[in-house]
């Protein structure tokens, strides 16, 4: 099997035209498209929807889900908040400022820049509490290959014993 691409990841909303709106102004993605239906088509259920196709840019869609017969959305809380959020790539650590400031203007909170060594990221929340991430890349040369080359012994050292492997210490020199 070969995957081509991620067609598009689905998380669920509060309101889908709020949430249409609130990802055009705020990150300026369009509608792509919109699906409604009074029934599951999976699983034949009576139970209608709307769901949502937003452009995240080259040919990424992020979907959203408003499903007004189920109990009112949540988070998994035994999951930190830092841990589930989406993130998007801009273009360079100029773009990640602009976009800092005008989602500030927009009265949103926003962490950040954080550094990652490889990349710099903003966090906020959108409105149905999803956590956002806005990325800019500023990688030195032979970073990322040097992590793919290590990530096999990362993840094996760490399935043994739970604890941060030092194979990327490098990154923080």
Not at 144 to 164: D, F, G, I, N
Request: charged share 25%; hydrophobic share 40%.
């Amino acid at each position: 099997m070969e995957i081509k691409k991620i067609h598009h990841v689905a998380y669920r909303c509060k309101d889908a035209k709020e949430t249409v709106e609130f990802y055009r102004r705020v990150l300026d993605m369009d509608l792509v498209l919109a699906i409604s239906e009074n029934e599951v088509p999976s699983t034949k259920e009576p139970d209608p929807y709307m769901h949502i196709f937003l452009d995240a840019g080259q040919g990424n869609v992020l979907a959203f889900f408003e499903i007004p017969n189920s109990p009112p959305m949540g988070r998994d809380e035994n999951t930190p908040g830092w841990v589930q959020h989406i993130a998007f790539e801009v273009e360079n650590m100029d773009a990640l400022i602009a976009a800092k400031e005008h989602i500030e203007a927009e009265g949103i909170d926003v962490i950040g820049p954080t550094d990652h060594h490889i990349f710099k990221s903003i966090y906020f929340f959108d409105l149905n509490g999803h956590r956002l991430e806005l990325v800019a890349n500023v990688e030195r040369p032979g970073a990322l290959e040097k992590l793919h080359e290590v990530a096999p012994e990362m993840v094996e050292e760490w399935s043994q014993t739970k604890r941060a492997p030092q194979h990327a210490a490098f990154l923080h020199e």
